[in-house]
């Protein structure tokens, strides 16, 4: 299939074209012709569209999908369709299902179910057996298998010297190590922040402590190890100081930030709304300025939506019986231009792929065709109609976001809405 973007302002800083409008011609999934103006043929299908940004795909670090096991919350047919009409070339998907993917085969089942696809999914094998924390997992077969990382989703690992372990063993096939930021020991039976607003509402608090504690001790162990780890989703002004830190001394660590840890913070909790129930839970301003402060100097690496359906049955209950959880990829692009430039959005959206081993493309002539499209100048208020995934548990609801997703194109195929 022939497909021409008509008039498309290319953001890559890594591409000739950076900044400037052009027609881009793409047969059979490679760009043939960058140009001024080019004319099509009546078997080219074009797009032209309000405002037209491309750039090169985007990348989401932490996505779960119900399916196996709970497809009621999505399946991994529509979990794709929603990450491709999101602008997400590529999704990394936790092992957050029923059964957990700790074998080459629930790997082989995953990659398998999403072959086809305009989005490509990256498995995250679990750490552990079962995420128990107990026993480490098939690593090396999963990594044959196609997994790209291997990490226990919301569940800290705590035994230290499996952490040691894991880190030592993953080395012999640059493996990247996942670990949890937070020490359950210390968060209790907490569920939301440790600070004056849930105190106020009578809510069991989890302090940045059992964040940084984590932290500071997978730190250390990676020092003594060496090896690679990533440490999703932190939270907490100290976490952003802790990391820094450990770049500084060359230690080879990662980490991200959920978008909702970036924009939100606790006085959101004031309704007792479940869809506020998040982990790591939603902090103070403070804290969230710490965070988009990291990710402008480049102590946090990249962030995710850290998606994740959920059911009326997990949600629609009292605060203390929710699960924790928000899908988040359908307002991924809208929420973070909120708050950053349009070059430094794109960044954060894309340059996870290196750290879990996956290709990048520049937009030139020849290349393989792995865009996301875009209008980043599109206000709205984010509401249920916005949403494509099957459940509607948004933390977003309300919002106003800037900027819109068109869809993608990739893997030879066209995902626009």
């Known amino acids: 299939m022939n497909i021409l973007l008509k008039s498309a302002k290319i953001i890559a800083p890594n591409s000739e074209f950076h900044q400037q409008t052009k027609d881009i011609f793409i047969e059979n999934g490679i760009i043939s012709k960058i140009e001024d103006s080019i004319t099509s043929s009546e078997d080219t299908k074009v797009i032209d569209l309000k405002n037209l940004h491309v750039s090169e795909g985007w990348f989401d670090s932490s996505v779960s999908i119900?399916?196996?096991?709970?497809?009621?919350?999505?399946?991994?047919?529509?979990?794709?369709?929603?990450?491709?009409?999101?602008?997400?070339?590529?999704?990394?998907?936790?092992?957050?299902?029923?059964?957990?993917?700790?074998?080459?085969?629930?790997?082989?089942?995953?990659?398998?179910?999403?072959?086809?696809?305009?989005?490509?999914?990256?498995?995250?094998?679990?750490?552990?057996?079962?995420?128990?924390?107990?026993?480490?997992?098939?690593?090396?077969?999963?990594?044959?298998?196609?997994?790209?990382?291997?990490?226990?989703?919301?569940?800290?690992?705590?035994?230290?010297?499996?952490?040691?372990?894991?880190?030592?063993?993953?080395?012999?096939?640059?493996?990247?190590?996942?670990?949890?930021?937070?020490?359950?020991?210390?968060?209790?039976?907490?569920?939301?922040?440790?600070?004056?607003?849930?105190?106020?509402?009578?809510?069991?608090?989890?302090?940045?402590?059992?964040?940084?504690?984590?932290?500071?001790?997978?730190?250390?162990?990676?020092?003594?190890?060496?090896?690679?780890?990533?440490?999703?989703?932190?939270?907490?002004?100290?976490?952003?100081?802790?990391?820094?830190?450990?770049?500084?001394?060359?230690?080879?660590?990662?980490?991200?930030v959920a978008i909702h840890n970036l924009i939100l913070t606790d006085d959101a909790l004031e309704e007792f709304d479940t869809n506020y129930k998040l982990l790591p839970p939603l902090r103070t301003k403070k804290d969230t300025q710490a965070l988009i402060n990291g990710l402008k100097d480049g102590t946090i690496d990249f962030v995710t939506s850290d998606h994740n359906p959920l059911d009326v049955e997990q949600k629609n209950v009292e605060f203390d019986h929710a699960m924790y959880g928000s899908i988040g990829l359908e307002s991924a692009f809208g929420a973070l231009h909120k708050i950053l430039d349009l070059e430094k959005t794109v960044e954060v959206l894309t340059n996870g792929k290196s750290r879990?081993?996956?290709?990048?493309?520049?937009?030139?002539?020849?290349?393989?065709?792995?865009?996301?499209?875009?209008?980043?100048?599109?206000?709205?208020?984010?509401?249920?109609?916005?949403?494509?995934?099957?459940?509607?548990n948004s933390a977003f609801l309300g919002e106003e976001l800037k900027g819109k997703s068109y869809g993608i194109i990739a893997n030879g195929q066209v995902e626009i809405l």
């Open 66 to 256: 119900g399916e196996p096991g709970y497809e009621e919350r999505e399946t991994i047919e529509n979990g794709l369709k929603t990450a491709a009409l999101s602008g997400f070339t590529g999704i990394a998907v936790n092992p957050n299902a029923n059964p957990i993917a700790d074998t080459n085969a629930d790997i082989g089942f995953l990659k398998a179910k999403a072959l086809g696809k305009a989005t490509t999914l990256y498995p995250i094998g679990a750490l552990t057996i079962k995420s128990e924390s107990v026993d480490l997992a098939e690593l090396f077969d999963m990594k044959n298998a196609g997994a790209v990382a291997f990490g226990d989703y919301q569940q800290p690992i705590s035994n230290p010297n499996l952490l040691k372990i894991a880190l030592q063993y993953a080395q012999n096939f640059d493996g990247l190590v996942l670990s949890f930021p937070q020490e359950n020991k210390i968060a209790g039976k907490g569920i939301v922040n440790e600070e004056a607003n849930g105190t106020k509402l009578g809510l069991k608090g989890i302090p940045a402590l059992a964040e940084e504690l984590q932290i500071a001790r997978d730190l250390f162990i990676l020092e003594y190890t060496g090896g690679k780890i990533h440490i999703p989703t932190i939270s907490t002004e100290k976490s952003v100081s802790l990391i820094k830190e450990a770049k500084d001394k060359g230690l080879d660590v990662s980490c991200s």
């Open 356 to 392: 879990f081993g996956i290709p990048t493309e520049t937009i030139k002539v020849g290349s393989n065709t792995n865009l996301s499209l875009f209008n980043p100048e599109e206000a709205y208020v984010f509401s249920t109609k916005n949403i494509i995934s099957s459940t509607k």
